[in-house]
């Protein structure tokens, strides 16, 4: 029995990055889980069952787009219905736009203010009646460093996280009462495809090895000079989960290879 058998998880952004591994690192646990996010359906096909195959658990797929209210309560829905609860929620689904404060496309800043910020409260929202029913929950946020310090021209995605941050705090004071806790993890740099894409262009761009581009370029505020890996920030969530951290809620948990120390 894994430490999270009979519990539901609803892991938003899981169809890449952190969210997949979060949401596998649940179901290794023994949660049945609703995996969400875009993708080719091929793919996310892919992903559910090989969830099932492997960990011996049920996952269903919500196809909610994150920056619909009508869509979220849906997915929170789906996970009732098909599971009966709602026990352990994560919100990760996240996007980001690069511009200067000055020339930022409206419709991007709202986009990441809807995905990133105000998903987790309709998230919250439809879950927290469902997890004071069963007397237990887990809210697990996905800030970032980004949450503590600002860097330019991220103006709507440094707004959304130290807006989390504060949902966060929130969220927990009104439920410490009912054995629910809301945490946000913050990580740093963290290896993900997206970020791996990137280093051959900037390679060329800057005439710099790869190791050059990781530690000058991507890892510049990063004091170890390494990335966190998706693996670490699941264990951190799933630390989250369990009977050892009932007393850990309200908190903004960096990990950041030293980031926000500097
Ligand atoms: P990613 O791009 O690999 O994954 C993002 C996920 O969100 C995908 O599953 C995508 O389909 C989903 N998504 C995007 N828009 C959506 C929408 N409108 N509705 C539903 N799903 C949507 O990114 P990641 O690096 O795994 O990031 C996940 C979270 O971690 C984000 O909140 C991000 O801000 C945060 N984060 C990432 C890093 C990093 O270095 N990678 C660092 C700090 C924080």
Not at 32 to 57: H, L, Q, Y
Request: hydrophobic share 45%; proline share 4%; glycine share 8%.
């Amino acid at each position: 029995m894994g430490s999270l058998t009979g519990k539901t998880a609803v892991v938003t952004g899981s169809t890449s990055g952190i969210g997949l591994a979060i949401a596998r690192a649940f179901a290794g646990a023994g949660a049945n889980v609703v995996i969400n996010g875009m993708g080719a359906p091929a793919d996310i096909e892919r992903e559910r069952s090989g969830i099932e195959t492997e960990f011996k658990v049920r996952a269903v797929h919500s196809p909610a787009d994150m920056s619909r209210p009508a869509e979220i309560a849906e997915m929170v829905a789906l996970a009732e219905k098909t599971f009966g609860s709602v026990d352990v929620l994560v919100n990760n689904a996240g996007i980001q736009f690069v511009s200067p404060v000055e020339e930022f496309p409206i419709e991007k800043w709202d986009a990441i203010i809807a995905i990133n910020l105000s998903a987790a409260f309709h998230a919250i929202r439809a879950a927290v009646p469902l997890m004071k029913t069963r007397g237990w929950g887990r809210i697990i946020n996905t800030a970032s460093a980004h949450s503590l310090v600002a860097s330019p021209f991220k103006a709507a995605y440094v707004s959304a996280k130290h807006g989390i941050a504060g949902l966060t705090k929130t969220v927990a004071l009104e439920l410490a009462t009912f054995k629910i806790t809301c945490n946000c993890i913050s990580p740093g740099y963290v290896w993900t495809p997206l970020v791996e894409k990137q280093i051959p262009d900037t390679m060329k761009a800057r005439n710099m090895t790869k190791e050059q581009v990781i530690k000058d370029v991507l890892l510049a505020a990063q004091p170890t000079k390494e990335f966190v890996t998706v693996e670490q920030v699941a264990a951190l969530a799933l630390f989250l989960c369990g009977n050892d951290a009932s007393q850990i809620t309200g908190a903004n948990l960096s990990i950041d290879g030293g980031w926000t120390a500097a």
